[in-house]
Structures are given as C-alpha cells and as structure tokens.
T-cell receptor, first 112, second 115 residues
Framework: SQQGEEDPQALSIQEGENATMNCSYKTSINNLQWYRQNSGRGLVHLIL?????REKHSGRLRVTLDTSKKSSSLLITASRAADTASYFCATAMKTSYDKVIFGPGTSLSVIP | DTGVSQDPRHKITKRGQNVTFRCDPI?????LYWYRQTLGQGPEFLTY????????KSRLLSDRFSAERPKGSFSTLEIQRTEQGDSAMYLC?????????????FGPGTRLTVL
C-alpha cells in the first residue's frame, strides 16, 4: 500500500481562489515533499518540509505538517490557470532515505 | 539544456519484444532513480543508483527488468519479453543526495506502449 495519500483526488476552482490539498501518510518520516506534474514541465519539486517544522512558505505556497496526525496540507493562494496540474506528496521512510514513495496525487483544475 | 534527458520519448512495441531506455542525469548528481507511472497514479519507485552501484530494487522490478549505470553517468533500463502490463510512463530522476532529503530532478519520461 502507498505511504502517502492525497485528498481530494480532484479539485476544480476559479482563478484567484485558494486551493488546499491534503496528504496523509502511514509511517514515521524525516521530511515530506510536494511535487507538481503538468504536461508542459513534467514533475517538478515544489517544497520540502522537515519533521521538526510545522509550516513552510514558498511564494504562493504554504505547507503544513502535523506529525501527530501523520498529515500535511498544501495551500496555493490566489490560484492561476498555470497552476492546473497534479500535485503529489512524497515521503521517504526512515528505513530507506532514497526510496521515495509518491501518493496518487490531487488533480487541480484552475478555471480562468 | 543541463536537465535530465530521456530517450526515446515514446516507444511502441509488440508483446514479447525487448526494449531499452536511456537516461542522462544532471552531470554532478550521484543519485539516479527510475520510476514507473500509470495513468492517474503517482510515480512508483523501481530502483536507484548511487554512482554506478545499484543499491535498491523494488519488488515491482521483476526479473524481466534490468538497469545499469556502468560509469556512474547515464543509465539504461531494459525490459525483456514485454507484456501489456508494462505499458506505462518510465521516469528517470537524479539528485545530489538521498531522494528523501534532496530535490529530485525528473526527466520528461519515456512512454511505453506494448501492443
């Protein structure tokens, strides 16, 4: 079974609105990453949050991590049509820091 | 362009044929990863190399699959006796260090269709 699972599976919003995606995972982690995938640029790393961090910002992105609930959220503020993509959380278990496990992803559509 | 490149971008083959894909990572990256991705799913880890050493393989990687990174630079992934279930996007990524700690840079992928 997968280490991480995103919720919702699909999300459709209007341009300018905020988008929130959630990720739940099963085992202890050292950090959690978010990646974006669209047809134009492939898979691109967005942000990494360490297990001792609770919140991290990068531009219009805000990521939170709650290790007690084994969950993370990705917030995209003031969404743009160019944000249309699939978003994946990715974790590496403490037993193997190179084996990164991706969730099934959230498909985000931003309508102009 | 100094990103990760993969060749070919598309491959159509008949069941039972062998196929080989190539990945050229970013030159200073010692880690190289192979993933498989099917429609609507996230990438699934297949294997990774640290320099020329293959250090871990997923149970997904049956004995029909073999990967090499002979000089610690480019890598090849070969699938023997292809099956229709092998149809997927095969992604390569490289990083400066352990994938759980360092950003992985992904190539555009090779889309395999087995008829």
């Amino acid at each position: 079974s997968q280490q991480g699972e995103e919720d919702p599976q699909a999300l459709s919003i209007q341009e300018g609105e905020n988008a929130t995606m959630n990720c739940s995972y099963k085992t202890s982690i050292n950090n959690l990453q978010w990646y974006r995938q669209n047809s134009g640029r492939g898979l691109v790393h967005l942000i990494l949050i360490r297990s001792n961090e609770r919140e991290k910002h990068s531009g219009r992105l805000r990521v939170t991590l709650d290790t007690s609930k084994k969950s993370s959220s990705l917030l995209i503020t003031a969404s743009r049509a160019a944000d249309t993509a699939s978003y994946f959380c990715a974790t590496a278990m403490k037993t193997s820091y190179d084996k990164v496990i991706f969730g099934p992803g959230t498909s985000l559509s931003v309508i102009p | 362009d100094t990103g990760v490149s993969q060749d070919p971008r598309h491959k159509i083959t008949k069941r039972g044929q062998n196929v080989t894909f190539r990945c050229d990572p970013i030159s200073e990256h010692n880690r190289l990863y192979w993933y498989r991705q099917t429609l609507g799913q996230g990438p699934e880890f297949l294997t990774y190399f640290q320099n020329e050493a293959q250090l871990e393989k997923s149970r997904l990687l049956s004995d029909r699959f073999s990967a090499e990174r002979p000089k610690g630079s480019f890598s090849t992934l070969e699938i023997q006796r292809t099956e229709q279930g092998d149809s997927a996007m095969y992604l390569c990524a490289s990083s400066l260090g352990q994938g759980g700690y360092f950003e992985q840079f992904f190539g555009p992928g090779t889309r395999l269709t087995v008829l």
